[in-house]
Structure formats: C-alpha cells, structure tokens
C-alpha cells in the first residue's frame, strides 16, 4: 500500500459531496450495526438484565464524553480552520495536545472515580455491584480514545478512515456479543473494553507510524503551552455541553433506575433507542458541517455555507416527518423485528417518545455550525436549559406515559433554541 504523506494530504482536502456520500453510508451501517446489538442484547438478556444494561450503557456515553473532554468538538474544529489556512506545524501540535489533554482529564475522572466509588456506584449501574462499576469505567475510557481517534480523523477531512473506523467499532461491540461466553450484563462490558481497548491502541500505533511518529513530536514545540490555553479555552465549556448531551437522554432511564423497576426501565429504553435509531440520518450531515463551516470562515466562505444550512433544514423537516409517520404506523413490527414480541406492550410509549425526533432533528442541524462559528459555548447553554426543563418535568411526572411527554417538550426546547441561536448568529454577521 502507498504510504501517504500527510501534510499533502491535509492541505488538499476533499469535496463535500464525497465526504457527505461516505459519511452517509457510515451512518447507515451504524443504524445497522445498532440494530443488530440491541436485537442480540435483549435476545441473550432477560427483560430486567436489559434494563440494567440500557442503565449502565447511557452512563458510559455520559462519562466516555467527560473523558473525551470536549475534544470530540474542539480537534475537529481547529484541524480544519489550521487547514484551511495552511497551517501544518500547528495541526500537528493540535492532535498531539489533544492526546495529553484527554489523558490528564481521564487521570482526574480515575482519581475520583476511585475515592468517591461508594456514592458513585448506584448512580452509574442502578445497583451496588462494584465489579460491573469499574467495568463501566474501563469501557468509558475505550470508548472516549476511539472518539478521539475518529475525531482526528473527521477534523482533517479524511472520511475514509473516519468512516472505516467508526464502523470498525461498532462491529466489534456486536461481534463481541455473538460470541460472548456468559449471557450477563458484567460479561458484556468485560468483552467490550477488551475489544475496543486493544482495537483502538493498535489503530493508534498504526496511524503513528503512518504519520512520522507525529505523537511524539509536540512535546518540542514552541507552541504547545500556546494550543494547550487553546484547547483549555475553548474544550472546556464544550466538556460540560458534552455532559449535558449525553445526560440528556441518560438521565430518563437514570432516573426510572431509580423510581422505577427495571421492567419499566427497560420499556422505555424500547423508545429512546428506536429515536437512537432515528437520529443517525440528521446527525451524519453535521460531521460534515462542522469542519466545512470552519474552513469556509477561513476561507471567507460563510455566506456559501449559510446557504446550505438553510436548504438543509427544509430537508430535515420535511424527512423528520416522513419518518415519523412511517416509525409510527409500523412501529409493533419493529418492536418485534428489532427486540422481541416481549416488549411489544411499550409501543405506546414508544410513539409518544418519537414525537421528539423533529425538535431533534433541528438541534442536530445547528449544534456544529454553531459551535464552528462562534467560540461562544451556546450548544452548552442550549443544552443546559433543555436538561433543566427534563429535570423539572420528569420530577412533576408519576407515570411512564408523564416522562415521556416531558422528554418530548424538553426536546422541543432544545430544538427550538437552537434555531434561534443560530438566527441570531447570521443576524449579527450580517451587523
């Protein structure tokens, strides 16, 4: 195989219709690859063994983007605004900081990890098994690198890769599934930081020794102190937005861990991952958008890409919809054909749950354009509000039913604010 240089091949680029086409295609056989993991765990589980699963899977999501500390937003983001201005030197010095950021962020996270377990361990599992806690941990850490990992990736334009290892990942978790030896909660996420862990590392060495040991080559740098107050300034309030999206939709089954039996857990996570399911034909534009919207303000090119985003979003309403029609009329087959016939009882809850993929469908627009134009945290603040109005409604709520409309206004909120905020930001480039 040809070795490629990589300063030629950052400052070339590729066009933004390949990158959407490979970015779309990942996003499909990332649909698929959840489909395929939710129908294995919930088949090999039992109904209150799934619960527990769904519990400790959106703490790991929560605190994997802790670990990643904001850099899954900020890497992306300065590779491609260095890029566009020609900048290599720097781009190497960024991806190298990122690296020792994230380190320092996870040692903190282990240390209290460690001396606060006992008022941690419910919170993070639903119950007080201490063994599948620090499994939990490990798989958090795994997964936080592989996102840095694909971070770089997505920063730097090359999609191919992103896409190779993103789908990579997912294999692993579903493969790991098939041949796991013990059908248990604890044996799932043992396997699962085994695999990513070891996969990860040898994608690391590999992309190092590809690149001219570009890890190692920051520390000499004259600017590292300089990206180290760069990354700090800007990656920071971003960690707490990255908190408070995946608390978002965490903190429902968290919080039904804690008032409600497992069964109901259980049920209800039916409906937040057929939304999971939903989601990726939104999310996947805003891969794109992010280091595209960047190097247009390089380039002087926003105006271009104020445009799309207004195309776009005709595009979004118009396909949330149309989904959620057809989610909805067919929704006791996908139960059956993605679950089991057992939870074909929560398809009530379920169609509630999808009334929110539209307000989402809206936030997954505009939260990468937002965070490229302005170093402004306004996804943070967004986001801050949303879980606010969640907290309040879900403390107001008694039934299944009650959270998941609260679940539904707040993500109205959410998508509604961020349309506003980014009205406000062309009207002030306008000013």
């Known amino acids: 195989m040809r070795k490629i240089n990589l300063?030629?091949?950052?400052?070339?680029?590729?066009?933004?219709?390949?990158?959407?086409?490979?970015?779309?295609?990942?996003?499909?056989?990332v649909m698929l690859s959840a489909f395929g993991i939710t129908k294995t765990a919930?088949?090999?589980?039992?109904?209150?063994?799934?619960?527990?699963y769904?519990?400790?899977?959106?703490?790991?999501?929560?605190?994997?983007?802790?670990?990643?500390?904001g850099m899954g937003i900020t890497l992306p983001r300065y590779l491609a605004i260095y890029q566009g201005a020609h900048q290599y030197r720097k781009m190497v010095d960024l991806t190298c900081c990122s690296l020792?950021?994230?380190?320092?962020?996870?040692?903190?996270?282990?240390?209290?990890?460690?001396?606060?377990?006992?008022?941690?361990?419910?919170n993070v599992t639903g119950n007080s098994d201490c063994t599948l806690y620090w499994l939990a941990m490990a798989f958090a850490f795994s997964t936080s690198i592989s996102a840095?990992?694909?971070?770089?990736?997505?920063?730097?334009?090359?999609?191919?890769?992103?896409?190779?290892?993103?789908?990579?990942?997912?294999?692993?978790?579903?493969?790991?599934?098939?041949?796991?030896?013990?059908?248990?909660?604890?044996?799932?996420f043992l396997l699962w930081f085994l695999t990513t862990f070891s996969f990860t590392v040898l994608y690391f060495i590999y992309e190092n020794h590809r690149n001219r040991n570009i890890i190692f080559r920051a520390y000499r740098s004259c600017y590292f102190w300089d990206m180290m107050k760069t990354i700090a300034v800007y990656s920071t309030p971003r960690l707490i937005g990255d908190f408070l999206l995946f608390s978002f939709s965490a903190f429902p089954v968290l919080y039904l861990s804690q008032v409600m039996s497992m069964t109901d857990v259980a049920y209800y996570s039916v409906g937040l991952t057929i939304i999971n399911m939903v989601t990726p034909f939104f999310s996947f534009l805003g891969v794109v958008?992010?280091?595209?919207?960047?190097?247009?303000?390089?380039?002087?090119?926003?105006?271009?890409a104020q445009r799309l985003i207004r195309r776009l979003s005709v595009w979004y309403i118009s396909l949330a919809a149309v989904l959620t029609v057809l989610f909805g009329l067919f929704l006791p087959v996908l139960i059956k054909l993605f679950f089991s016939p057992d939870y074909v009882v929560c398809k009530d809850i379920a169609m509630i749950l999808?009334?929110?993929?539209?307000?989402?469908?809206?936030?997954?627009?505009?939260?990468?354009?937002?965070?490229?134009?302005?170093?402004i945290p306004y996804n943070t603040i967004i986001l801050l509000v949303s879980c606010i109005v969640l907290i309040v409604l879900f403390s107001f709520?008694?039934?299944?039913?009650?959270?998941?409309?609260?679940?539904?206004?707040?993500?109205?909120?959410?998508?509604?604010?961020?349309?506003?905020?980014?009205?406000l930001i062309n009207k002030k480039s306008k000013g």
């Open 7 to 29: 300063k030629q091949k950052l400052l070339n680029g590729s066009s933004f219709r390949k990158d959407v086409l490979w970015t779309l295609i990942t996003q499909m056989l």
């Open 42 to 52: 919930c088949n090999i589980l039992t109904v209150d063994e799934f619960g527990l």
């Open 54 to 69: 769904n519990v400790v899977r959106r703490s790991v999501s929560v605190i994997s983007f802790v670990m990643l500390s």
């Open 100 to 122: 020792f950021f994230v380190g320092v962020i996870c040692v903190i996270l282990a240390t209290f990890a460690l001396l606060f377990s006992e008022a941690f361990i419910e």
């Open 148 to 188: 840095l990992l694909i971070a770089y990736y997505r920063g730097v334009n090359d999609f191919k890769n992103y896409s190779i290892a993103q789908v990579s990942f997912q294999l692993l978790l579903l493969l790991s599934l098939l041949f796991i030896p013990r059908h248990n909660v604890n044996a799932v």
């Open 289 to 304: 958008l992010l280091p595209y919207v960047s190097g247009a303000m390089s380039n002087g090119r926003f105006s271009e």
């Open 354 to 375: 999808l009334l929110s993929v539209l307000p989402q469908s809206m936030y997954l627009l505009y939260r990468n354009p937002i965070d490229a134009v302005s170093t």
């Open 397 to 423: 709520s008694s039934s299944l039913s009650d959270y998941s409309y609260s679940f539904v206004l707040a993500s109205f909120v959410q998508g509604g604010l961020s349309i506003l905020v980014w009205l």
